[in-house]
């Protein structure tokens, strides 16, 4: 299993940006499908943002659809989230997440790898 390594999180006002990055190391990356996925304080983690290995097809939750980015560097085994427009409900930790596969993440179960998460806290 690939293990990934997240970063970027941080304290922002709403309305700021915020690129967070996650790190992979132990596989080949270009092999892998990237999700992010996200978990508020009391909620169940949630679906973000997935990515195809080759970085062709994205799909995004409805609710950062527009405002959020997620992107790959196959050469630097990283894949990104650019979030822009955070709002206060947005707080959360923020979790990487991969599998060895052709297609897309949109679910837990799709993982077989996850990151530690970063904290992303959105103040109003």
């Known amino acids: 299993q690939v293990q990934l390594v997240e970063s970027g999180g941080g304290l922002v006002q709403a309305g700021d940006s915020l690129r967070l990055a996650c790190s992979a190391s132990?596989?080949?990356?270009?092999?892998?499908?990237m999700g992010w996925f996200r978990q508020a304080p009391g909620k169940e983690r949630e679906f973000v943002a997935t990515?195809?290995?080759?970085?062709?097809?994205?799909v995004y939750s409805g609710s950062v659809k527009g405002r959020f980015t997620i992107s790959r560097d196959n050469a630097k085994n990283t894949v990104y989230l650019q979030m822009n427009s955070l709002e206060p409900e947005e707080t959360a930790v923020y979790y990487c997440a991969a599998e060895h596969s052709n297609w897309l993440l949109r679910r837990i179960t799709d993982c077989g790898s996850w990151g530690q998460g970063t904290q992303v806290t959105v103040s109003s």
């Open positions: 990515i195809m290995w080759t970085g062709s097809v994205t």
């Open positions: 132990g596989g080949t990356f270009s092999s892998y499908a």
